[in-house]
């Protein structure tokens, strides 16, 4: 008999050392768990993104990009650790979800002084959490960024390229 999990997981974050940004998205595509790397979608922008904000030499899902992002001091998550299955591949398919623990997250990781979520869901989940606690000391800068997801029809490549480039404000690289 062929049985269906009842939930998905999220991927563990990435982080690197002394993290000054962090980019929390909403759960990982299909494509990104088969894979165990963020934003595996090739039509996804965030790499591309990635790629010219930080001069990376691709703008694809690999682990050397994931590094050159720690390199740079961004720290990668999501909102969601797991949700009920589902087949569908869009945000607004989830069901069930158990929010990451943002809170001991930013504790572990005081230096992180942006946070940038990447799209509606992601902030949404984010106000959730917020509500939850207070954050740890420190002044920390959080800003709902334009999704990367090929479902974000709203902004050209070219208006996600800017509104993105806030977090070169936050980083040493």
């Known amino acids: 008999m062929n049985h269906m999990p009842s939930r998905e997981y999220g991927l563990p ?3 690197g050392n002394e993290p000054k940004v962090l980019i929390l998205g909403s759960f990982p595509s299909k494509m990104s ?3 165990q ?3 595996a979608n090739p039509r996804n922008h965030f790499w591309r993104i990635m790629q010219i904000l930080f001069s990376l030499d691709d703008d ?8 050159g992002l720690e390199e740079c001091h961004v720290a990668l998550w999501d909102m969601i ?15 069930d979800p158990v929010l990451n623990d943002i809170h ?8 992180i002084r942006f946070i ?15 509500h939850e606690a207070p954050f740890p000391a420190g002044p920390i800068v959080v800003m709902r960024l334009p999704s990367t997801s090929p479902a974000n029809a709203t902004y050209s490549f070219q208006q996600k390229l800017e509104e993105w480039r806030v977090i070169l404000d ?3 690289c």
């Open 60 to 67: 694809r899902a690999t682990g050397e990009n994931q590094q």
């Open 81 to 95: 650790a797991s949700r009920s299955f589902q087949t569908g591949a869009m945000d607004r398919d989830i069901r």
């Open 104 to 111: 001991t997250f930013l504790r572990e990781h005081p230096t």
């Open 13 to 15: 974050p990435v982080i």
């Open 116 to 130: 940038g979520l990447n799209g509606g869901t992601a902030a949404e989940c984010f106000k959730k959490v917020i």
């Open 37 to 39: 790397l963020y934003y």
């Open 170 to 172: 936050y980083v040493g």
């Open 33 to 35: 768990l088969a894979v």
